[in-house]
T-cell receptor, first 115, second 112 residues
Framework: EADIYQTPRYLVIGTGKKITLECSQTMGHDKMYWYQQDPGMELHLIHYSYGVNSTEKGDLSSESTVSRIRTEHFPLTLESARPSHTSQYLC??????????????FGPGTRLTVL | QQQVKQSPQSLIVQKGGISIINCAYENTAFDYFPWYQQFPGKGPALLIAIRPDVSEKKEGRFTISFNKSAKQFSLHIMDSQPGDSATYFCAASQGSNYQLIWGAGTKLIIKP
């Protein structure tokens, strides 16, 4: 079944640790996105990619980095976690250009807590 | 000019009532206007979307009304049910090559 997956779902980690949040999709979508969202609050785009080897920063300044080596995989890395990084991180994907409806499909999110 | 302004921030409606959430935009190049629904602990999911060539789109109890001249669009939920309690986000984009611009969200509570 085509879907978008995020792991871990929950992560509690100490300050200064390096973490990688995983996102994979089996829908064959070229476009992928990372959003930061405090529960029930506004969505903030932090990174996006339009295809392999393409990554861009979003509207919200973030200390995280991303990579896109494979179409289906779009991991997000924090080199040194801080309490201010505590939030929910949502991964999404959408079809490429060509008159599509630009619908974004979201994963279930990773709830990150940095102590 | 890229903003999408959503109101109200929160809304409480009695079961069976009509829930109305509004969004306004400035960029006249926007041509795709979706509404997303998000339940706690889940990612948002597309609920219904409209393009500016129609003034209204209905899917079951959910209707989008679109006013191109006023640059506004709204979501109407008829016969609101407790299961509709969620956060709703409007968004807009200019073609499929551009990002979705998101509203700030509306937390909807349907009281039984």
């Amino acid at each position: 079944e085509a879907d978008i997956y995020q792991t871990p779902r929950y992560l509690v980690i100490g300050t200064g640790k390096k973490i990688t949040l995983e996102c994979s999709q089996t829908m064959g979508h070229d476009k992928m996105y990372w959003y930061q969202q405090d529960p029930g609050m506004e969505l903030h785009l932090i990174h996006y990619s339009y295809g392999v080897n393409s990554t861009e920063k979003g509207d919200l300044s973030s200390e995280s980095t991303v990579s896109r080596i494979r179409t289906e995989h779009f991991p997000l890395t924090l080199e040194s976690a801080r309490p201010s990084h505590t939030s929910q991180y949502l991964c999404a994907s959408s079809e490429s250009a060509g008159g599509g409806n630009n619908e974004q499909f979201f994963g279930p999110g990773t709830r990150l807590t940095v102590l | 000019q890229q903003q999408v302004k959503q109101s109200p921030q929160s809304l409480i409606v009695q079961k069976g009532g009509i829930s109305i959430i509004n969004c306004a935009y400035e960029n006249t190049a926007f041509d795709y206007f979706p509404w997303y629904q998000q339940f706690p602990g889940k990612g948002p999911a597309l609920l219904i979307a409209i393009r500016p060539d129609v003034s209204e789109k209905k899917e079951g109890r959910f209707t989008i009304s679109f006013n191109k001249s006023a640059k506004q669009f709204s979501l109407h939920i008829m016969d609101s049910q407790p299961g509709d309690s969620a956060t709703y986000f409007c968004a807009a984009s200019q073609g499929s090559n551009y990002q979705l611009i998101w509203g700030a969200g509306t937390k909807l509570i349907i009281k039984p």
